[in-house]
């Protein structure tokens, strides 16, 4: 079964957060990274993973997703610092396929 994922992007000043959904962290970070798409995380310059959570089924991911963006800052905030304090980006040393 193909695992899921929701995760936080964050800027270089860690002032913006951002939560997506995904069933290919690795690949949907790449296109954060590189800007392929257009709009919020590229505008506000969001590239930086600092947390996520894996799921068996794009469907638990996306009711967690919408749980988590119900939530106020702290609430963010908070589940980032319990597993993540210094705001590093996770993905700082993936390899990511480009092919």
């Not at 954060?32 to 257009?38: D, E, M």
């Not at 589940?79 to 040393?93: A, G, Q, R, V």
């Amino acid at each position: 079964m193909k695992k899921s994922y929701v995760y936080f992007l964050t800027n270089k000043n860690n002032t913006v957060i951002y939560i997506g959904v995904t069933s290919d962290i690795e690949k949907r970070i790449l296109q954060h990274k590189t800007k392929v798409f257009k709009g919020f995380t590229s505008k506000y310059n969001c590239n930086k993973l600092v947390y996520f959570e894996e799921f068996d089924s794009i469907n638990q991911a996306i009711v967690r997703e919408k749980q988590l963006k119900s939530g106020n800052r702290k609430k963010k905030e908070d589940l980032i610092n319990t597993s993540n304090p210094e705001w590093i980006d996770l993905s700082e040393n993936w390899i990511f396929d480009i092919n």
